[in-house]
């Protein structure tokens, strides 16, 4: 079993900044990662991928964050960061941490994070 636990959000005015943390019970940089990265969901609303790394360590992010939201690693904490810069209130949403695993057979498994909950306000 793997366990994603994310960290870090809060309320914060339109045009702030706030970083997420999402500490990963697994070796992140294990082969057998095969994708790992952020999700969102405002009320409702479906699940959005919001920035993700993927095999070979590419990045994919949302249009609507590119040039604002960088994902970041560090390998040695097993940890995943979502940097978000000029926040703005269309940002607020539940925000999940997600990987994807390589597991025995060929199949994989989706874990998820239990959320963290940010809230720009205008």
């Known amino acids: 079993q793997v366990q994603l636990v994310e960290s870090g959000g809060g309320l914060v005015q339109s045009g702030g900044s706030l970083r997420l943390s999402c500490a990963a019970s697994i070796s992140i940089s294990s082969a057998n990662v095969m994708a790992l990265g952020w999700y969102r969901q405002a009320p409702g609303e479906q699940r959005d991928l919001v920035a993700v790394?993927?095999?070979?360590?590419?990045?994919t992010y949302a249009d609507s964050v590119k040039g604002r939201f960088t994902i970041s690693r560090d390998s040695a904490k097993n940890t995943v960061y979502l940097q978000m810069n000029s926040l703005k209130p269309e940002d607020t949403a539940v925000y999940y941490c997600?990987?994807?695993?390589?597991?025995?057979?060929?199949?994989?498994?989706?874990?998820w994070g239990q959320g963290t909950q940010v809230t720009v306000s205008s």
């Open positions: 790394f993927g095999s070979g360590l590419s990045t």
């Open positions: 997600r990987a994807v695993v390589l597991r025995s057979l060929g199949a994989t498994m989706t874990y």
